[in-house]
């Protein structure tokens, strides 16, 4: 009879290109009429059209239903993935470049579910909409990209495999086949209308929707949990699989969907500037101090090249989670006004695509290369999207759009009481009060964003900004509660090998190694957490160096000592009057010099109190550097001239020269004790 030739009964020998170049049995060497009875239908059951396997078995290239699925689609890009312009230079990676989205920005990524490497090699992907269009998997194709390690050869078990810019242009309604080398149905997916001609409205996301996307937050059409399939088997059962197993979300192009995903209440938004008063994001190139300074670091620019303007508004977050977690997809949502009806938004994967660019600070160099945010860490985001008001409502959302926190500032900008948001929102009277902060750092009374009434009141402080710093608690400090006390530029006793306890050490102190800085404490109950010792030197002195660095133990990074003690009834976090703090080794076994200006200030850069030693390293005028306004102020040459010491204990007349003398060291005890 008529219409039961191989392959199905209508087809006949022609291919269109090499993937469905043979007429070939499948499994190989099947036979449904071994005896020749003319049984009918026999061809059409034991024949299908695949790539050619001359010389081999006809099973080569065969794969297993289920074993790669189509994990995640875009067919409007919100980013310029085939980065036209900017990014790395590397087409369809995690990094997007700059460029306006096009068509060509398309992308469709598989995912090896399997536990085995799989030989894609002749597998199509076919595309059907109002278009067809077909995607041979092979080595020789350039639209393919792939993880560390996979190639079309071989797809590592968890690899993932991107078809960047597939042939043709997929529409937002589409239905995908991805089949092995053998034309078996591998796996399948229908987003949108019914492209699959099955008459149902099954289609990923929603059944409803399509690929259409408004944001970068709506992109991709994923499956969720990463690589989850419904129907394995692609036996077209349950009907609703594709609407069960994909969802609208952020991109996550060669990775697990599953990325920046997040409970709420594991980050927070801990600190917010709307009103800057100090010069973080550093754009000036001259005259600005330090000249190593970097954008929204914990040290702004200062001195002539300094430019304070709504640039150096920034948000930073902090991570109280247990574990790392990818910034795939976060956003940062600002609603400004009294009634929230400006609004901006911030897309923290998407970097670089703004035109004017924002600056992602992370505390970690560490998550900074792997888009990770880490326990205790934190992430400072510079010069966000537009300008925010005073009166803002900020949200962070993790990449399914979820709210994981947020934070009312002023008179109801998030549309729901009044009174409930930090009074006078972020509005500043000097750097004392430029930053909006958790206090004490990352404090959240409603964890589970459940609205709790005057959260935001009883969490927030007005207070000195701290980027990627944790927010010190305690009293608020006033100019003087601090002072410096003693200090030993030149060294005559081994200090460092009792790490300053105040126990001298046999040998000679050693320049740089033994010098140290003392602080007395005048007021309970301050938290020194953001607190930063900074030294200027004559620049006639050889050898010694300026620096500024924080009093903080726990911060091997930026802190300015080997060896920080505390003496007396309080601590670092809680002080007690009458305490001492000595840090040894102040310039990290570099010298702070015999001419040197320090200066000591809280988080809010306001000076709590300064000393000159020697002969005008201030550049204040010649005199009035301690001990009695001559060059070399800290020179010494014997035990008995080694300090420049306060006396009376800790007395400040703001004159340097009535306020210091020489004498022997009383390292963490009164000047006015002899040892």
Known sequence: ??????????????????????????????????????????????????????????????GEPGSVVINEVVTDPQADWSDSIGGRGEPFDTRPGTGVPQQDDQWIELFNVSDREIDLTGWT???????????????LNDHLYFTEGSSARKLLPGGYLVIGNPDGVMEDSVFLELRDAAGQVIDTVEIGADFEDDGLEDGAPDGENNGNASNPVNEAIARFPNGTDSDIGETGTPLDADVTDFIKRSATILASNDEGVVTPGDVVINEVVTDPQSDW????????????????DWIPCTGQGARVNRNDQYIELFSKAAFPLKIT????????????????TEYLNLVGTDLIEPVLRFSSPDDARTNTLSPGQFLVIGNPEGVMDDTVFVELRDGLGTVIDNVELGDNPEGDDPNDGIPRGGAASGTGTEAV??????????????????????????????PARVNAAGVFPEIGDVVINEVVTDPQTNWSETDFDGTPSSGPGIQGEDEFIEFFIKKSGLDLTGWTVEVNNDIREIGAVSFEGVLDPNDTVNRAFQVMQYFGRGSFQDTAAGDYVVVGDPALEGSIGNNCFILLREPGRTIIDDVEIGDDPENDGEGDGAPQGQPGGGDANSPQNEAVARVPNGGDTDNDVADFRKQPVTLGASNERRP
Do not use: Y
């Not at 997809?329 to 609004?343: A, E, H, I, P």
């Not at 750092?441 to 900004?465: L, M």
């Open 329 to 344: 997809g976060w956003s940062v949502v600002m609603k400004n006004g009294t009634t929230g009806s400006q609004v901006d």
């Open 281 to 296: 994001d550093a754009s000036s190139v001259t005259g600005c101090r330090p000249k190593e300074e970097i954008p929204f």
């Open 1 to 62: 009879p008529t219409g039961d030739g191989a392959p199905d009964g209508e087809q006949d020998g022609a291919s269109q290109d090499i993937s469905n170049e043979a007429i070939a049995r499948f499994p190989d060497a099947i036979d449904s009429d071994p005896n020749e009875e003319g049984i009918e239908g026999a061809d059409i059951a034991d024949f299908t059209k695949r790539s050619a396997t001359i010389g081999v078995s006809n099973n080569s290239g065969a």
């Open 437 to 466: 902060q958790r206090t004490p750092n990352g404090t959240d009374s409603d964890p589970n964003e459940e609205g709790i009434r005057n959260a935001d009141i009883d969490d927030f402080t007005k207070r000195g900004g701290t």
């Open 125 to 139: 992907l076919l595309i059907h909409d109002s278009l067809p269009s077909k995607e041979l998997l092979s080595d």
